[in-house]
């Protein structure tokens, strides 16, 4: 069964943009969001973060952070993924504003937070289609290692989503099965579009 996926994590990029780039190369139908207000990348301090606006592209941002410290942004890993964010997308798209790109059969979050801001988002619209989202949360510490952790288990998780006939009737076994087999603890829940 081919679903439709979306990787949600919070304002900075790297952990739905992981997995959206590992998703995409291999062929699956994914989009990515955050749910900030504003795209937040590293600075040079932890008080003086890099501020973005959503649909910024990821090619303007790379180039303004090259000519502000090119050896900081590359030694913290910055300019990496903005270079991997490019080849996936033109710019970061922020969940909230974008309904009209759904209906998702899978919403996957990377902290508990946006799985709550997601499923609150969800269950404020008008559920018109009466089409139910499996809205699941992976959780992921934000730094580059466990990104690239994050995100080939959410393809495992998405591969195995994908080898079932309905998700509604194995989503229990599903679950379980992946927080035995990679002991992570998955919250999950089912909204409508």
Not at 24 to 36: L, N, P
Request: with cysteine.
């Amino acid at each position: 069964m081919k679903l439709r996926y979306a990787m949600v994590c919070s304002s900075n990029q790297n952990r739905s943009m992981e997995s959206h780039c590992l998703l995409k190369r291999e062929g699956f139908d994914v989009a990515s969001y955050g749910t900030g207000q504003h795209v937040k990348l590293p600075g040079p301090s932890i008080r003086e973060p890099n501020v973005y606006d959503f649909g910024t592209p990821y090619k303007q941002m790379f180039d303004d952070l090259r000519r502000k410290d090119v050896e900081l942004y590359k030694r913290n890993g910055i300019l990496p993924m903005l270079k991997r964010n490019l080849g996936v997308k033109l710019a970061p798209q922020r969940w909230q504003d974008n309904a009209a790109d759904g209906p998702f059969d899978v919403v996957i979050t990377f902290e508990e937070k946006v799985f709550d801001l997601v499923l609150e988002d969800l269950h404020n619209r008008n559920q018109v289609l009466l089409k139910p989202v499996l809205v699941i949360n992976l959780e992921v510490k934000d730094n580059h290692e466990e990104a690239a952790i994050g995100g080939r288990l959410a393809l495992i998780l998405c591969q195995e989503l994908d080898a079932t006939e309905n998700w509604e009737d194995a989503i229990d076994d599903i679950i379980n099965n992946f927080e035995k087999q990679h002991r992570r603890k998955l919250l999950y829940s089912i909204s409508f579009y």
